[in-house]
Each structure stands twice: as C-alpha cells, then as structure tokens.
C-alpha cells in the first residue's frame, strides 16, 4: 500500500532562491527538479497539493549584490525575481504559487512569527558583540565578513557558513576575519538582539529527529544528529541591516529580522497568497488539524547546504510558536559538479538557465531527462556535455523517440492513422505484456515515493525498451502481408504501450507528453496514472512528429569552448579580500622547520573519510607515511609520481589509526582550489627548500 495514502493532501515546498543572480543547472537538481518531479506524480494520483515557492529577497547576498552593480537592492530584487520566475516558468516547474519576500503579507506574517514568540518570552535578550566596520561606520551582517573556517581552514569561508565544509558558523568562529566593504579587520562592539534558545529545544528537537531515522535519507539524518551532537547554542533572530523585514518593536528601531527568521516563514506566506487568490484555506496545509489524521504532508526539498535550517532552526520555530505541522521529510540532494569542478557563480562556471533555454529552444524536457539520470541523491554528482550529447542522443531519440515514431508512421502508412478494432474499443489484450508493463508502474511508484528519481526515470524508460522489443520481435511490417490481423493487434498494443510511456513519463518529460498527446489526438489528462489506456473504435491519430532531436557535436563543442572562455576570463588576477598576515617569527624560528623535496610513490584514500588521503613518499631521507587533507580534491592515482614539498620534522601524530610522519604544503587559492606546492624544476628527493 502506498504510503502516502495516509494523507488527504500534501504541502510541497521547493528551497527559496535568493534574488541576487541567474538560475544555474546546480540549483535545478538540488531543491526544483525533484520536487516538480515529485508534484507531478502527485497530480496524476489526483493528490491535493500545493507546490509553492518564491524569491528570497532579503538578506546581506541582495545588498552585497546592489553594491557590486552600484544600484539599490529593490532593483537588484525586481531584476532577478523575474528572471528567475519567468526561467522556471519556461523549464517547466510547475509551481502552484510562486511568490516574493518583498510583499506585504510576508512582512506582515513574519513580524506575527516574531512577536508570538517575543509575547511569550521565548527570546533571549542580549548585548553581544558584532563586527563592525570603522571605515563604513556600520555593523557587519555574516556575508559581509569573510576569515578562515576553523574546521576545514578554508581562507574565504563566510561569517554564517563555510560553503566548503557546509559547517554553520557565527561570525566571531572565524579565524583572522575580515570586512568585505573595506577589506580590513572589523572591530567588535556591543549591540542587543533577540536569540532563540535553541539548545532549550534540543531535548525536543533530539526525540523528535529520532522519529525520522530510516525514513530521511541518511545524509540527511546523520548531518542533523552531527549537529545535535555537537551541542545547539541560542541564535540571533536579529541583525543590524539596512534592508530587510523591521523588528516590530519599538526599542529595535533600525534592526531587521534574520533572514531565517524571514526567509522560511515565506513558504507559508506564499500558500497564504496562493489561498486567497484560489479560494481556498491556507490553514489546511499549514496547520495542525483537530483529527491529526488530517493533518497536511509537509515536504521540503532542499540543498545539502540547507539541511540545518530546515530540520532544526525552522522547525525550531514552527515548535515554539504552536499550531504548525512539522516536515515529514525533507529529501535534501547533494551537490552538482560541472565539468570536472565545483559549480562556481563567482567564477562564472555554471550552464545558467536562461542561457540554456535561448541557446537550446524547445529543449526544455532534454536537461530535465540528463539532470534526472545524475541528480545527486546520496553523493555529489556530475554533468557533462558529452554526457549530454549521449544521454539525448542514445536514449531519448533512439529509445523514446525511435518507438513512438516507427508505431506512428506505421499507423499512418497501413491504417490512414486509423484505430479500428472488432471489439469496440482498443485496449492492451497481451497479458504478458501487461504483467511487464503493471510492474514498471509499481517500480516508479515505489521509486518516487522513495524520492529516488533516478531509479524511477530508469524504470520508465524500461517501458519504451520493452515497446521496442516487443515491436522488433513481431515485425507488423513483414505480417502486414501474411497475417494482417497480427500486425494489427501488434501496432494496437504499441499504441497503448506510448500512452502507457505517456502516463509513466510525465513526471519527468512534461513537454514531450504534450507532444506524444496531440499524436495521439487524446489530451493530457487521459494519461493519468492510474488510468486505463484505451482507443476508440474509428479514432484518428494525428500525423507523426519528431519528439527529439539529435545533438551534434558543433553545439557542444560551442558549450565546451564557453567553458572555457569563461576560465580563461576567471584567472585574470582580481582584487579579493584576503586574511591579514600573521605575526612576525624570527628567523631562528623559521630555521627550525626542515622542508625537503618529496616523491609521491602510493596513494589510498583512508576509508571511512571524504578529506583524507594516506601517502606513501620518499623524502630522500626515507620512504614514510603521510596523511594529508586532499581526497577532495585528488583522486589516488593521478597523484602517483608527483613531485611535492614535506615538513620532514613536523611531530609524528596519529590521525584515524594511521601514525602520519610530516606534512606536504599545499597552495589553497580564493575559490578553495589546492595545488602542491612544487619546485619549478625537477630536483632530487631530499632536496632542501629554505
């Protein structure tokens, strides 16, 4: 029995972009493919859902963008709010309600979040110290500092998050801070704000997390108890901003509200607009019912960089101000890589949608199909173009497309594009082939609700293997001569195969499903899930079309070159905010440290790490082990021979059971990017670097 028979309706909420650039594919697979994906299957369930979702415009990322384009941050805002609405309108996400933090039934709402707890003393009011810039005369928001992260030592890690590491932090976590307005070190001084008491909600948050244990994705649940783990401290729901919701008190004049104190409430304004302009009751998808049976299903597809946010602080909130229905499952992807390298807005190497969509018309449902096949479940994954290239070429138009179009221009060339069947109407009458098609349905089912699209979309595309089998094999071509009736009921069969590939793939192909219809001559909604297939006697299909196209080696030799342009145009030397140089040593100090030129000879990532990497490397001196922080940025075997640079005399220390004897120096760029730090030429092992 599905297990979302349970519920009489569903609140599906897709993470909020921030209004301060484009839309990249990395954004489309982490919280927005899966979830229309998701609302789709619902749809065709005949579910009760509202998918919403709106721009997040509010926060340090809007002013720091308007500073960078020398504009206001309501025309940073209005720019890419609709850039961004209109982009996924285009793509095909099919958000019920798309809406903006802007509006003032979000101000409103958001400032009623606040003051219910502040009415009941949930707030924590104190003096603090924050950074604040002298030479801008302000106090700093977290984005607005930048230092080095204490637990991954990335250079730019910023004052809310290390987008390294993914670990939360406060500002005063870094290490060797730094302002980005003028680039020096800020100064700390007092200012009051409203903390929410988070480690008095951890008893509750604990048990309640618990619950979820082999129903959240593993990653999901581990981060969550690593958190917790660690211990919750009180967190500012306040900021000193210029731009953002007010505090709605009179003693806070001039301070706005956090943006996680701002931004999620957004999900709920947005069913609150979407309610009042359909007519319906916003409080039966948000609220908790008399009967918790009808209860809504609240769902948050996010980012792995949002798991913190949407599993302990917002629910956090929604607990301490009452009446709120909790997430039953927050099925937060991992990251997407671009072309061997993390996706990158500062460095331009993205494929941004809108390009996508004015450079690859109508192609909307072929990155859908490519995403779809990588999405990153459970680890980070990777798109190419090449993979691109073949994923379209070699399934959607060989498979997909090959099968609709050999049983249409079949149709048409034996039939007139008639459907005439002697029982009236025409249905699938080959057992076999129906056993075979009900247990992909279930696959999918199972698959879907299991938020595991890949596995799903694989399931799907069985059908349109088996229709092509099932067509090869049976060859109405060749028995059109010697048993008419045969090739009839083969290509009747594969009629209802395509609509059967209709229901099941309009999840993921929504655009191609409109296609598949009007060849069809049926509409749409005659392809919901758990509807029959069927034709009637005397119906008229309509002249085929080519549902894809192939894709040649000229467009992705142009996207490839893009790529690299956009490289190339990245390394020219920029001013960026760096840490301050340390303290002054002396020379005898330095003196002390014996670095040597090195050989690597083996390399093995440690198990049980994602960072760390056990070397084995001839120092000249001796062959010894090290182990070294660089499994995410190497892999072993393109390491094997590399000429590097050790601190022989560095104490031995034992790291994960294995006794480490030095350090090799690596070269960390802004981006986090490592390089060895190697001599220009090549110099004997043991050579000393002074």
């Not at 810039?133 to 607005?144: I, N, V």
């Not at 173009?385 to 149709?411: P, S, T």
Request: net charge negative; hydrophobic share 40%; with cysteine.
């Amino acid at each position: 029995m599905s297990r979302l028979n349970k519920f009489k309706r569903f609140t599906v909420k897709s993470a909020l972009p921030y209004a301060n650039g484009p839309l990249h594919i990395g954004h489309l697979a982490g919280a927005y493919l899966p979830a229309d994906i998701f609302v789709r299957y619902l749809r065709l369930k005949k579910k009760d859902v509202v998918y919403i979702c709106g721009s997040d415009e509010h926060g340090a990322a809007i002013t720091i963008k308007a500073k960078k384009e020398n504009t206001t941050p309501q025309a940073i805002i209005d720019k890419y709010h609709a850039q961004i609405r209109d982009s996924f309108r285009e793509f095909g996400i099919a958000f019920d309600f798309y809406h903006r933090t802007s509006s003032a039934i979000h101000h409103d709402l958001s400032q009623e979040f606040f003051l219910n707890l502040y009415e009941k003393d949930e707030f924590i009011e104190k003096f603090s110290e924050q950074y604040f810039d002298e030479d801008y005369q302000q106090f700093l928001a977290d984005r607005y500092i930048i230092g080095t992260c204490p637990n991954c030592s990335n250079p730019n890690a910023y004052g809310d998050q290390c987008e390294r590491c993914g670990t939360s932090l406060n500002p005063t976590d870094l290490i060797n801070p730094v302002s980005t307005l003028s680039g020096k070190p800020p100064i700390l001084k007092p200012t009051k704000h409203w903390y929410l008491p988070l480690d008095k909600y951890q008893p509750w948050l604990e048990k309640w997390i618990d619950t979820k244990e082999g129903e959240w994705k593993i990653n999901v649940f581990g981060q969550c108890k690593s958190w917790l783990k660690s211990g919750l401290q009180p967190r500012s729901m306040t900021r000193d901003l210029d731009w953002g919701i007010d505090v709605p008190l009179e003693e806070a004049k001039g301070k706005k509200l956090y943006v996680w104190m701002d931004a999620p409430i957004g999900y709920i304004s947005s069913t609150k607009q979407w309610a009042i302009d359909n007519g319906k009751d916003w409080k039966l998808y948000w609220k908790k019912q008399e009967n918790e049976a009808d209860d809504a299903c609240l769902l948050h597809f996010i980012g792995k960089d949002n798991i913190v946010f949407h599993c302990i602080i917002f629910p956090a909130i929604l607990h301490a101000h009452g009446g709120y229905i909790l997430p039953q499952n927050v099925p937060a992807n991992e990251f997407l890589n671009l072309e061997g390298d993390k996706l990158s807005t500062s460095r331009n190497h993205a494929v941004w949608l809108h390009e996508y969509l004015e450079e690859f018309p109508g192609k909307q449902d072929e990155l859908r199909y490519v995403l779809t096949s990588i999405l990153p479940e459970t680890s980070d994954s990777e798109f190419t173009w090449k993979d691109y290239q073949a994923r379209v070429n070699n399934e959607l138009v060989a498979i997909l497309g090959n099968f609709v179009n050999r049983v249409m221009i079949l149709m048409h060339k034996f039939y007139d594009g008639k459907v005439n069947s002697n029982t009236g109407k025409t249905v699938l009458n080959d057992p076999l082939l129906a056993a075979e098609i009900g247990g992909f349905y279930d696959e999918i089912a199972v698959s879907l609700e299991a938020y595991k699209f890949r596995q799903a979309l694989q399931s799907a595309m069985e059908i349109a293997r088996l229709g092509n089998r099932y067509l090869t094999e049976n060859e109405p071509w060749k028995t059109i001569k010697t048993n008419p009736e045969g090739a009839k009921n083969t290509l009747h069969n594969s009629l209802v195969i395509i609509g059967h590939l209709a229901s099941c793939l309009q999840p993921f192909l929504p655009h191609t499903i409109i296609k598949i219809a009007g060849m069809l001559n049926l509409p749409v909604s005659a392809f919901a899930f758990d509807n029959e297939i069927a034709f009637d006697n005397g119906h008229q299909l309509n002249a085929p079309v080519f549902l894809f196209e192939k894709i040649e080696d000229e467009a992705i030799a142009l996207q490839l070159q893009k790529l690299a342009d956009k490289k190339a145009a990245s390394a020219v030397p920029k001013q960026v905010a760096v840490a301050p140089a340390k303290e002054n040593i002396s020379f005898e100090s330095f003196a002390t440290m014996d670095i040597r030129t090195g050989t690597i000879l083996t390399a093995e990532k440690v198990a049980k790490t994602k960072k760390l990497m056990k070397l084995t490397i001839d120092t000249g001196i001796d062959q010894r082990t090290i182990v070294s922080g660089i499994a995410e940025f190497f892999e072993p075997e393109a390491i094997i021979g590399q000429k590097v640079s050790v601190l022989v005399n560095l104490e031995p220390r034992e790291i994960k059971g294995i006794l480490s004897q030095g350090m090799i120096l690596m070269a960390e760029n802004a981006e986090g990017k490592l390089s060895f730090v190697t001599p220009a030429e090549d110099m004997h092992n043991g050579s000393v670097i002074r």
